[in-house]
T-cell receptor
Framework: NAGVTQTPKFQVLKTGQSMTLQCAQD?????MYWYRQDPGMGLRLIYY???????DKGEVPNGYNVSRLNKREFSLRLESAAPSQTSVYFC????????????????FGAGSRLTVL | GDSVTQMEGPVTLSEEAFLTINCTYT??????LFWYVQYPGEGLQLLLK?????DKGSNKGFEATYRKETTSFHLEKGSVQVSDSAVYFC??????????FGGGTRVLVKP
């Protein structure tokens, strides 16, 4: 049972380079999310997809684009990387359910550490 | 907007000590509250949750009670182990159904 799988685990880029972070979940979850984690700032939502075919901006979307390729996959793209995008990126998914139900819990991937020089 | 404030770390403890991590929140409506834990090199995992006032979430010896009057959800464990060393995040879900996280508190338990 893989859960949420992110690739790559580590990446070093030069300023201006582009790259795509891949995320796939095998739990048949409807919603998927991309967060970035920076020291002392917790996790901040970049983009999310409430269901296949939809995407919405989160708290810090600038400099990123996303694609919900199908129900399983949700990719995050940096078109022109900047040092401020050095961070650890987490993908997460959630089964659609009532807000107070046990299903309303995020399952996270192991993270992708990105360094932009 | 919604926000979560938790105590800054690191918190360094000896094994079997009592752990408290404070968490307070600001939100519209009646949020659900969560504690997530991140072990070294891993993603976040749900530790416990509470969905309404006075609910107590508990798991792995950890407890937290939803206190609406003080807008708090403090995490406690009576006797920590080295394996409890991790980063702990308080979070809430309010209107809009998106999670808002606190800044995280690193806990280091020494033998």
């Amino acid at each position: 049972n893989a859960g949420v799988t992110q690739t790559p685990k580590f990446q070093v880029l030069k300023t201006g380079q582009s790259m795509t972070l891949q995320c796939a979940q095998d739990m048949n979850h409807n919603s998927m999310y991309w967060y970035r984690q920076d020291p002392g700032m917790g996790l901040r939502l970049i983009y999310y997809s409430a269901s296949e075919g939809t995407t919405d901006k989160g708290e810090v979307p600038n400099g990123y684009n996303v694609s919900r390729l199908n129900k399983r996959e949700f990719s995050l793209r940096l078109e022109s990387a900047a040092p401020s995008q050095t961070s650890v990126y987490f993908c997460a998914s959630r089964e659609k359910g009532r807000p107070d139900s046990g299903a309303n819990v995020l399952t996270f991937g192991a993270g992708s550490r990105l360094t932009v020089l | 907007g919604d926000s979560v404030t938790q105590m800054e770390g690191p918190v360094t403890l000896s094994e079997e000590a009592f752990l408290t991590i404070n968490c307070t929140y600001t939100a519209t409506g009646y949020p659900s509250l969560f504690w997530y834990v991140q072990y070294p090199g891993e993603g976040l995992q749900l530790l416990l949750k509470a969905t309404k006032a006075d609910d107590k979430g508990s798991n792995k010896g950890f407890e937290a009670t939803y206190r609406k009057e003080t807008t708090s959800f403090h995490l406690e464990k009576g006797s920590v182990q080295v394996s409890d060393s991790a980063v702990y995040f308080c979070a809430l879900r309010a209107a809009g159904n998106k999670l808002t996280f606190g800044g995280g508190t690193r806990v280091l338990v020494k033998p």
